[in-house]
């Protein structure tokens, strides 16, 4: 297989006929924070697509940049939010369905208002801080139906009756009356679900939606996701760090490390012969025996943890953790590897010892 070098970042797959264009296109994206004179960013350089219908998975350790890239796309960073000091740098391109697109980066308030909710939707890592307590959980649907859909207060109720139903919520009338508090968390994940979906957005961002709940909800909630972006053809941005989730529902993986796109394929390949050493250790370290080169392995710990981004690193962001380091990780950073079938990779090796699985 042909292999080239390119100094452009562009993680996409090759285009086959009849592929359409993506729906999300980011590239060199930085995001970070302003203390003083200084500025620390946490993401630094990142690029990747999602095309229509597609899921998409962001996989990495604590730290990597994953929810900043999710809080970057929905424009909730920056002056104006909760997170003044913050800055958005780069280009994060958006196909609105009439056939044009928009710039998120530097987009007013009152733009993202048209489309956030309505063509940009997310589900929020954690349920209980997202719903606000003092508002039943029915009116929090409602105020986005009538917000973005311009939906009659009546209507709007019986709207979001329909969705709670459609999310597999019990007793969906009486619950559109309960405070969050009153609900369990999978209950909760389930009106957050309803309300990233009530105004059928083109993309939705799940940022670790399974993350708080036991296995079995888990379970129940990613089925409930599957089955939303089949019947409503949504494509899915899905930021979790449980590749066991990620084997079951995405189309491809982007692995993020120190806030850039480290490896970008679709997750047969990631999985059978990972191209990038951090790649390889996430697989290693999972305890699901699929996810490993051989039944009985013991698992593999990765050493220390992401540097601080107030750390400076030169070369390689991952060589002070890689067991196949070289002295050129320790100077240069790698360039971007890609291949025929579209599988990109930041890594000086060609191959790594014992990677095809």
């Excluded at 042909?2 to 996409?12: A, F, G, M, Y």
């Excluded at 999978?186 to 309300?195: D, E, F, L, N, W």
């Excluded at 480290?262 to 990038?276: D, G, I, L, N």
């Excluded at 601080?308 to 950073?333: E, K, Q």
Aim: proline residues 7%.
């Amino acid at each position: 297989m042909v292999e080239t070098e390119t100094q452009s970042p562009t993680p996409t797959a090759a285009a086959t006929p009849g592929q359409a264009g993506p729906l999300l296109a980011i590239r060199d994206l930085e995001v970070g924070f302003r203390s003083g004179d200084d500025e620390f960013r946490a993401v630094n350089g990142m690029s990747l697509e999602v095309r229509p219908r597609e899921t998409v998975a962001v996989v990495g350790e604590s730290g990597c940049g994953k929810s900043l890239t999710a809080l970057s796309i929905m424009g909730l960073l920056g002056p104006g939010t909760s997170l003044p000091d913050a800055f958005v740098r780069g280009s994060m391109r958006l196909a609105t369905g009439d056939g044009s697109e928009h710039e998120l980066v530097g987009m007013r308030s009152r733009e993202y208002d048209r489309i956030r909710g309505s063509v940009l939707s997310m589900i929020f890592q954690e349920p209980m801080s997202a719903l606000n307590p003092l508002f039943t959980v029915g009116e929090q649907v409602v105020e986005m139906l009538v917000r973005h859909e311009h939906m009659p207060r009546r209507q709007a109720w019986t709207r979001a009756e329909v969705l709670f139903e459609q999310v597999g919520i019990p007793e969906p009338r009486r619950r559109l009356k309960a405070y969050p508090f009153e609900l369990s968390g999978g209950q909760k994940q389930r009106v957050m679900i309803a309300i990233a979906m009530s105004c059928n957005p083109r993309l939705l961002i799940a940022d670790e939606p399974t993350t708080a709940l036991d296995v079995t909800i888990q379970s129940q909630i990613l089925y409930l996701l599957r089955e939303i972006k089949e019947s409503f053809e949504t494509s899915v941005l899905f930021i979790t760090h449980n590749l066991g989730i990620v084997a079951q529902f995405a189309d491809r993986v982007a692995v993020m490390y120190r806030g850039a796109v480290v490896e970008f394929a679709t997750v047969q390949e990631v999985f059978k012969a990972p191209r990038h050493p951090y790649t390889r250790m996430l697989l290693d370290s999972h305890p699901g025996e699929s996810l490993r080169a051989r039944a009985g392995d013991r698992l593999q710990a990765i050493p220390g943890t992401v540097p601080s981004i107030t750390t400076d690193i030169d070369g390689c962001a991952f060589h002070p953790r890689c067991p196949y380091v070289m002295p050129l990780c320790r100077t240069t950073a790698p360039p971007e590897r890609i291949d025929a079938s579209g599988h990109t990779a930041r890594c000086h090796l060609e191959v790594i010892p014992d990677a095809e699985r």
